[in-house]
């Protein structure tokens, strides 16, 4: 290929690769690949994302390496744009050679990021969850909501979906794009119906404040609390009291004390890295009667993993465009001569 | 415009911008608004770039936002890929809207970046060269060398450059695509000869080194020294003694400290920012015999001042092609549905 051409994935193409392959399978397949990148932890460079903040949202670039190919992805959260049509969440992302800096990849993200966000939640519940837990309740039905069910169905074996949000557009939308999935969609018309009898409780809200998704009054013995929602500072979903009756589980400790449900906590509150469950360093749930929280606020080393997936299917399906992105004069010293060449 | 696309100026689109408005232009045009934005340094959010080392080069993220914008670019610095015919930087970048997170333009920055980087260097001797200066050395002939001679001679007056390079074809090459710019231009057959009767010396070289491009005694009193190649930790160009006879100028401190020439000096070693001698709010060159060194790594917001300028030109020229690359379904929390829809 040129050097000076980038494989591009549009939306249409992440969404012709997503069908090509199947949601179930890209998801399955896309937690096998971050809990790959999880057992090697240590090997990646890490950083808390970079934020910008503004009344109405904030702009984060998230970097990683492995020391071999770089990663980092551009997202925003603007819980404000739903009013104004447009996406909470949108972001892109680029793949790129450490030997020599070019760009391996360029690529959507909107799509992707849902599909990672999804599948890393329910790997983390794969570790988590109480044994045999088959009825997971989704309290906030937006654009996240149905790649959740559909990635606790395919990696945990969840056969009942409980669905509650406040706008009952939201959960009419959640509950038809669900209705083939061969899933048992539950409508809910509280929080507290939508969590009977679940043993996986599933909060994924967009309000960009100090919220209570979740009352301790909520909460029994025994559930795993998959906290999607609260990612940023000044935007939580769960009752502190919750947090002090749970093991709580992180991806980066540095980062989930800034954006997580965990910035309710002291900045010294014991906190489990699931990467150490996942090697088996450490334990995760140890008894039927504990209560798991995977305080998820989306770590850089996912978007790297379903970044090098997306790279890895480019060349079987041929889903991408070449982006002219790296200038590439002949001799490379020769910038200049290139565009006066151009003009020629 | 459709939501899912943003604006792209492909390499081939930039060129064609760069000559449809002519070098020397772009050149004075981004220097005004690289001082422009200088001059409201306070309204930006600025932190140093967030930077990916390994043994043969960096790769950087560079944030930057002035509360209605956001930008940051993407620029890898490999001096090693010299000798694999790549180019030693490479850069793209992206405009944001901070109100919505989304993008406004997607750009290739390597040409962009070596524009910006020659007009603010043109754009710091404006303020701090002695006056009258009218012969520029350039040590270090590479890909940054034309675009720094022709912003001087559009932006300060040069009318001589003196070029030497240890490579004589990187000269050869400097020489032959400024042979029809207006410059006289004086190939130099060492360090010394270059900087005969030099005013400014400009020293822009790619090693990642500590190296001594410039010793204490080749620096006579008077000269502007515009120091570009040392820009990331262990990569300096200067004798530490050239430093402590200098007056030093600097983009955003913090960042300077560990990229610039002035990591070899104490970390309080006094030295003022640029944007102040714009503002007028410090004086730059004070006295004819003062040794002014402009110790430039490169800033977030002059990337922010060249895509702004991009993206005021995107309209009237037309030079951009449309990329499908943000995620744009109907109910922007039907994301899920937009996937299904697809398939139909």
Redesign the interface.
């Known amino acids: 290929m040129s050097?000076?051409l980038v494989p591009?994935v549009?939306?249409?193409k992440m969404?012709?690769l997503?069908?090509h392959i199947g949601?179930e399978r890209v998801l399955v397949d896309l937690a096998a690949e971050i809990e790959a990148d999880f057992r090697r932890w240590p090997q990646f460079?890490k950083?808390p994302r970079?934020a910008?903040h503004?009344d109405?949202?904030?702009?984060e670039?998230m970097?990683t390496?492995d020391?071999t190919t770089?990663g980092?992805k551009?997202v925003?959260?603007?819980p404000s744009?739903?009013r104004?049509?447009?996406?909470?969440v949108?972001a892109?992302g680029?793949l790129?050679d450490?030997?020599?800096?070019?760009?391996l990849l360029l690529s959507?993200m909107?799509?992707l990021t849902?599909l990672r966000t999804a599948a890393t939640s329910a790997m983390a519940a794969k570790h988590l969850a109480p044994e045999g837990a088959r009825v997971m309740a989704m309290i906030g039905?937006?654009?996240?909501?149905?790649?959740q069910a559909l990635a606790f169905k395919a990696i945990c074996g969840i056969e009942e979906v409980r669905l509650y949000d406040i706008d009952s557009d939201?959960t009419d939308?959640c509950a038809?794009?669900l209705a083939a999935s061969g899933l048992k969609i539950t409508r809910c018309k509280s929080r507290e119906d939508a969590i009977l009898g679940a043993q996986i409780l599933t909060t994924c809200t967009a309000d960009k404040n100090y919220a209570t998704i979740l009352n301790d009054n909520m909460v029994g013995a025994g559930v795993h609390i998959n906290a999607i929602g609260g990612d940023c500072p000044g935007k939580t979903e769960l009752a502190p009291a919750i947090l002090h009756r749970s093991s709580i589980f992180v991806e980066y400790p540095p980062q989930t004390r800034i954006e997580g449900e965990i910035q309710q906590l002291d900045a010294d509150h014991p906190v489990t890295e699931l990467w150490q469950v996942i090697t088996g360093a450490t334990a995760g749930r140890t008894s039927a009667s504990q209560i798991t929280l995977f305080d998820s606020v989306g770590f850089a080393i996912e978007d790297f993993s379903a970044l090098r997936y997306v790279h890895g299917k480019l060349a079987v399906t041929g889903l991408y465009d070449n982006?002219?992105?790296?200038?590439?004069?002949d001799?490379?010293?020769?910038?200049?001569?290139?565009?006066?060449r151009?003009?020629a």
């Open positions: 050097l000076n591009f549009s939306v249409d969404m012709k997503v069908l949601i460079d950083t970079v910008s503004s109405v949202g904030v702009i670039l970097p390496s020391g770089y980092f551009y925003n959260g603007h744009n739903l104004r049509g447009l996406q909470t949108t892109f680029l790129a450490v030997a020599t800096g070019y760009p959507e909107t799509i849902a039905n937006g654009a996240q909501a149905e790649f939201a939308k038809r794009n982006l002219d992105m790296i200038a590439d004069p001799d490379p010293r020769d910038l200049f001569g290139m565009i006066l151009a003009a």
